[in-house]
């Protein structure tokens, strides 16, 4: 028994686990980045999620709910969603409704390691204005853009994780 969030979560288990659980709401994406920072751990991650922040997490490129979130669960998982469980289903009985995702790490890192905090940085900054252009949240110019193959006006919420890792690496040159 111990605070998940200031547990050395690596070593509880002597082999990859899988871990299932029902996590507290308020503070569920936190509980899932902590995991994540111990990814090699984990052969498998089942959550219960409320249902908005499951579909952040599942969000694909184009949508509205698309975001920084959605880039740094696909990149370092193949999300599947389970079911979703209506309020109904709880008591006492509650309005919101819950999803169930399972994560499996991806087998193989799409950057070195050391690169992957910068990386993630980049994402976040590309993400912070919502409503912005690529190039008013970065500092790519229209030129810069056009020249990797982009419009001027894209957005990052209509970026691929193959996309943000391209952009990255032209910035680290």
Same mark, same amino acid.
């Given at each position: 028994? !111990? %605070?998940? #969030?200031?547990? =050395?979560? *690596? ?7 899988? @871990?299932?659980?029902?996590?507290? /709401? ?27 922040? !499951? %579909?952040? #997490?599942?969000? =694909?490129? *184009? ?7 959605? @880039?740094?669960?696909?990149?370092? /998982? ?44 980049? @994402? ?50």
């Amino acid at each position: 028994e !111990a %605070d998940v #969030l200031k547990t =050395e979560i *690596g070593a509880l288990f002597e082999d990859r686990a899988v @871990v299932v659980g029902n996590l507290p /709401y308020n503070i569920s994406i936190k509980i899932f980045e902590r995991c994540t920072n111990y990814i090699r751990s984990f052969k498998r991650l089942v959550f219960m999620f409320q249902k908005e922040a !499951a %579909d952040r #997490l599942i969000a =694909e490129p *184009g949508g509205k709910i698309y975001s920084s979130l959605s @880039v740094y669960a696909a990149y370092h /998982y193949e999300i599947k969603k389970v079911c979703r469980i209506g309020g109904g289903n709880f008591f006492p009985k509650t309005k919101a409704s819950s999803s169930v995702l399972e994560f499996t790490p991806h087998e193989r890192r799409l950057l070195p390691p050391e690169q992957e905090d910068g990386f993630f940085d980049f @994402v976040r900054s590309c993400f912070r204005l919502k409503r912005k252009t690529l190039r008013n949240n970065t500092s790519f110019t229209a030129d810069s853009l056009k020249e990797l193959g982009f419009s001027e006006s894209v957005r990052a919420e209509q970026l691929s994780i193959a996309d943000f890792i391209r952009l990255y690496r032209e910035l680290k040159i």
